[in-house]
T-cell receptor, first 110, second 115 residues
Framework: RKEVEQDPGPFNVPEGATVAFNCTYSNSASQSFFWYRQDCRKEPKLLMSVYSSGNEDGRFTAQLNRASQYISLLIRDSKLSDSATYLCVVNLSGGFKTIFGAGTRLFVKA | DAGVIQSPRHEVTEMGQEVTLRCKPISGHDYLFWYRQTMMRGLELLIYFNNNVPIDDSGMPEDRFSAKMPNASFSTLKIQPSEPRDSAVYFC?????????????FGPGTRLTVL
């Protein structure tokens, strides 16, 4: 079993739609959690951290369920520019060993 | 402020040749990471350094791979001898020590093709 698992997609949604991505992790000792975004042929960039209480940044909402070892990302009012691969990321052992999920591809259509 | 710098951006080589990838982290960052990304395996952590010292190299695939960080502003990842299955994008990333600031900053990557 992979340490971080994501649905690879692709998710094809129209502009304005709401889309949700899920991620599960296997190591209960995982300490911190993130969503990164990666555009085609570019490097990954931090989208947002994920906190136990849930957090929101504009159209993006991230949630963490430690009991179920589950992380989610919700994107509201999708834009064409949201088209990218979204990587679920988990930090282990003191916060520096980083495990990336394989990513979920999103295509937002006009 | 310059971000993480990697060179070369593209490398095409023949099987058996030595390949050296280079990385300059963001000034002041205490941690440096090397990753490999392929379609099949996604983004894999190979090794990371803290203050120039390798902390965890458990992701290094085999003895053909080696990484060094001779000073705070330079790191290399070497593959000798290279094989076609090493073809991938290799990313370097850095981050500061502050635990409250968890973002890793990635370089643009080196796209390696081994023929």
């Amino acid at each position: 079993r992979k340490e971080v698992e994501q649905d690879p997609g692709p998710f094809n949604v129209p502009e304005g739609a709401t889309v949700a991505f899920n991620c599960t992790y296997s190591n209960s000792a995982s300490q911190s959690f993130f969503w990164y975004r990666q555009d085609c042929r570019k490097e990954p960039k931090l989208l947002m951290s994920v906190y136990s209480s849930g957090n929101e940044d504009g159209r993006f909402t991230a949630q963490l369920n430690r009991a179920s070892q589950y992380i989610s990302l919700l994107i509201r009012d999708s834009k064409l520019s949201d088209s990218a691969t979204y990587l679920c990321v988990v930090n282990l052992s003191g916060g520096f060993k980083t495990i990336f999920g394989a990513g979920t591809r999103l295509f937002v259509k006009a | 402020d310059a971000g993480v710098i990697q060179s070369p951006r593209h490398e095409v080589t023949e099987m058996g040749q030595e390949v050296t990838l280079r990385c300059k982290p963001i000034s002041g960052h205490d941690y440096l990471f090397w990753y490999r990304q392929t379609m099949m395996r996604g983004l894999e952590l190979l090794i990371y350094f803290n203050n120039n010292v390798p902390i965890d190299d458990s992701g290094m695939p085999e003895d053909r791979f080696s990484a060094k960080m001779p000073n705070a502003s330079f790191s290399t990842l070497k593959i000798q001898p290279s094989e076609p299955r090493d073809s991938a994008v290799y990313f370097c990333a850095s981050r500061p020590l502050d635990r409250e600031y968890n973002e890793q900053f990635f370089g643009p990557g080196t796209r390696l093709t081994v023929l």
